[in-house]
């Protein structure tokens, strides 16, 4: 049986605390494994009638980088510094659709496993908003590990 090698693990995270919970998860993978923790973040694209791609709206370019200053303030801040301060971690941001770019970004770094939280909606609520986790579980070539809040916690005796 071949032994499993993680050297980069991914965590996705929109700062809910459905990603605080996965947090944990990837961080004691990471320090099991000795593996580089990946934290990521996607701006999600939304277009207006009047939008032309690749042509930032000029009222709404200051709220945009006040936004992405606000998110690389929060990923410098997602992790306790002591844990940090022992491992190698990476931070990056990506602009589309979330599932898209958080499978994209996994094959361009070579990323060993996906590690996210997931909300756990069901009924209308998951007809009508969809699940990134659920689209990059059923769309990634990555193995993903999906965390719910209420989820069992694996504690060591």
Known sequence: MNT???????LPTDFSEYSSVATNYACTLASKFGAELHLLHVFEQYTGSAYVPGVPLPEATSEIEELKQHVAESLAKLLD?????????????????PFVEIIRYAKDESIDMIVMGTHGRSGISHLLMGSVAEKVVRKSPRPVLTVRPEAHEFVLP
């Open 4 to 10: 499993i090698q993680l050297q980069r693990i991914l």
């Open 81 to 97: 510094a002591d844990w940090e301060a022992g491992h190698h971690v990476v931070r990056a941001t990506r602009e589309g659709h």
